[in-house]
Every structure is written in C-alpha cells, then in structure tokens.
C-alpha cells in the first residue's frame, strides 16, 4: 500500500494552466479507470472534483479535467483562479472489489 | 443535503480506545459503501478502512490492521470506527465519506467535517 507519487508543489499565475500528476503502478492507477482527484482547502474536508478519471461532479467547474496515460493520471486546471489555490490529492483503489485504495501524497498548488 | 457528520474525537491516552461514530444524511446509507480516512496534522490523507453495504466485508490499511474495526448499524444509520492500542502515530483527523459507486461515481463524496483525535499522555 505505497502511495501514489505526486509533487509535493506546483504553481501558477492567473489565467494560465497547471497539471499535477500521479503516478502508481499496474496494481493500482494502471489497473482500471477509477482514479480520483480532491481538492482540499486548509482547515477544510476533501472535496471530490474529479471521479472515474476524468468525469467531473454536477457543481464542478470545466477548468477542472483528469486524464490517464498507462500507469500515471493527471490533472490539469486551466485558467488559474486564486481560489484555486489548495491542495489536491489523486486515490485510486488497488482491488476494486474490495474497494481498499491508497492516496497520492497530495500537491500543494499555489497561484502566484 | 447529501452529508455525513463525524463525532467521538477526542484526546486519549497511548494504549487506550475511542470510538467514532459517522451519521449521514440526505441519502440510502444502506446501499452504500463507507470509508474512514485520516490526516495527520500536516500531512496528506491516509485511507483507513472501508465497509460494504450490508457490513459483512471490511477491509483495513495495514497501519491499523489488527487495531482497528470498522461497522455499521443499518437500522440506526451509523458507521463506526472502534480504535484500540492507540499510540501517537494516530494522531490525526479522521473524515468519514460515503464511497460514491451506487451513486454513479467512483470516488469519496461527501465528506464529513472531521473529528480530531489526538494521542498524547
């Protein structure tokens, strides 16, 4: 159960567009198309944004997408808000039917 | 309103127990799945255990396997996370959330507000 690898930061000026990654291995990121992605504000709960790779909940802003690609996803914010700025964390279940999972380590976006 | 609201933290002493108790709102709780998750102060999530539906299967990270019990009480719309032998590495706030499939999505929504449990003599 080692956690998914994300950067620790990321950064971006108004307007422009970052994306974080997450990588995992064929056991867990590679195996299905059921990552996740939370945004998290400090003192807050989780919010899901980002479910089942790259479908967003009802509510979710369209500058919030998710991909992946073999055995690492990503998530891309496109034109940078200051509200924004958070942090965001991938999960993905490593058996699906039992739905036991692991988080990435979380990336600290800040919007200069 | 589709929520779920944690209770039971607390500070408590190494190598004794709590109780955390998780009661949704807004939605079926016994069609779904449940999960505990934790954050240390500082740090990133951490996922604890989940529950099926109907209680019967339970899994648990290895950090707590052993110490940690996951349950449900279906009739009184609870989930539960009984911790035991509790030591400073726990430390943490511990969020309840609904494992969203049933709902369509595969993923941790909602959250609760979080309960802090804190470990220290």
């Known amino acids: 159960q080692s956690a998914l690898t994300q950067p620790a930061s990321v950064s971006g000026s108004p307007g422009q567009s970052i994306t974080i990654s997450c990588t995992g291995t064929?056991?867990?990121?590679?195996?299905?198309?059921?990552v996740s992605w939370y945004q998290q504000h400090p003192g807050k709960a989780p919010k899901l944004i980002i479910y089942d790779v790259s479908n967003r909940p009802s509510g979710v802003s369209n500058r919030f997408s998710g991909s992946k690609s073999g055995n690492t996803a990503s998530l891309t914010i496109s034109g940078l808000q200051a509200e924004d700025e958070a942090d965001y964390y991938c999960?993905?279940?490593?058996?699906?039917?039992?739905?036991?999972?692991?988080f990435g380590g979380g990336t600290k976006l800040t919007v200069l | 309103q589709v929520q779920v609201v944690e209770s039971g933290g607390g500070v408590v002493q190494p190598g004794r127990s709590l109780r955390l108790s998780c009661e949704p709102s807004g939605f079926t709780f016994r069609n779904y799945a449940m999960h505990w998750v934790r954050q240390a102060p500082g740090k990133g999530l951490e996922w604890v255990a989940v529950i099926s539906y109907h209680g019967s299967n339970k899994y648990y990270a290895d950090s707590v396997k052993g110490r940690f019990t996951i349950a449900r009480d279906n009739s009184k719309n609870t989930l539960y996370l009984q911790m035991i032998s509790l030591g400073p590495e726990d430390t943490a706030v511990y969020y309840c959330?609904?494992?969203?499939?049933?709902?369509?999505?595969?993923?941790?929504?909602?959250w609760g507000q979080g309960t802090l449990v804190t470990v220290s003599s």
């Open positions: 064929s056991s867990d990121v590679g195996s299905d198309n059921y």
């Open positions: 999960f993905s279940y490593t058996d699906t039917s039992t739905l036991e999972g692991v």
């Open positions: 959330a609904r494992d969203a499939a049933a709902a369509g999505m595969r993923g941790f929504d909602p």
